[in-house]
């Protein structure tokens, strides 16, 4: 009973707070309240034995993207913001078009068939600490993506300085 | 013992609510943290799964989509700053040069 209460909190809140993300006027308050949606969602991994990627959703999540986002939206006039639409003129397109695909997700949920389960039990990870067993496997099954993953933060890095620096006199 | 179909529907709604904010709003960065909230439920969906069917492949997914994550906000905000140097707007239904 309890874990069923604990997942209901945090579903509802976590839509809650979702929704009000993308309906909120002042892009500030959006991305205050994705702030705890953040929070609320590394909670849930808590609750799913996965404590390394709820500390990583916390530290890479709220701690760097969330503020790159506040940084950017200096770059706005909150006062004309506010008094603006908030939605596009077709917006009645793209909210029956997420319905829809929301429908076909819960109707394509019925034809869901569970894989063998693998050998990492609790009781394994529990021997072996969830870190380390992490680390293992990506060390060695996912080296490779995990060497790419490396340049594509550095694709990143080199593009966003390209792409944000003032244009040099030639 | 809570189903794994709960957190697959709540991995697929904060999905859905991201592709509606994506359609729907006019403002540039509310449509890229959309993109984010898409990301976030697709990474609850994988951590469940990881979880009830034991094994970790799934957490390393999250782990790179996390890392694609970061790239994309670098990116895209690069390119709105890019974009505010030369339009000075941030509303999607102001930039139309494209559509003739």
């Known amino acids: 009973m309890l874990p069923e209460l604990f997942f209901a909190y945090f579903a509802v809140t976590v839509i809650v707070f979702s929704i009000l993300v993308i309906t909120r006027r002042n892009p500030v308050h959006s991305v205050l309240w994705m702030l705890l ?91 072996e600490t969830h870190t380390k067993a992490l680390a293992k496997i990506l060390y060695t099954d996912f080296l490779f993506p995990f060497e790419v993953a490396s340049v594509v933060l550095l694709v990143a890095i080199v593009g966003a300085i390209v792409l944000a620096k003032r244009r040099l006199k030639s | 013992m809570v189903p794994l179909n709960w957190y697959i529907l709540l991995g697929t709604a904060v999905f859905t609510i991201g592709i509606v904010g994506f359609l729907m709003r006019r403002n540039v960065i509310i449509v890229l943290m959309s993109i984010e909230l898409m990301l976030n439920g697709v990474n609850i969906n994988l951590i469940a799964f990881s979880h009830y069917l034991q094994d970790l492949r799934g957490q390393i997914l999250t782990f790179f989509i996390i890392t694609v994550a970061a790239a994309e906000a670098a990116i895209g905000l690069a390119i709105l700053i890019a974009l505010f140097r030369n339009k000075a707007t941030a509303h999607v239904d102001d930039i139309h040069e494209m559509q003739g």
Do not use: C, M
Request: proline fraction near 3%; charge should be positive.
């Open chain 1, 37 to 127: 949606l953040f929070f609320h969602i590394a909670s849930l991994y808590l609750f799913l034995n996965a404590e390394f990627i709820a500390a990583i959703q916390i530290i890479v999540y709220a701690g760097a993207i969330l503020v790159l986002y506040l940084f950017v939206i200096l770059f706005l006039n909150i006062k004309e913001e506010v008094k603006t639409n908030r939605f596009i003129s077709a917006w009645p397109t793209g909210f029956t078009f997420g319905i829809a695909l929301f429908i076909i997700f819960i109707l394509s949920l019925r034809s869901f068939i569970a894989a063998p389960p693998g050998i990492y039990s609790i009781d394994v990870i529990k021997a």
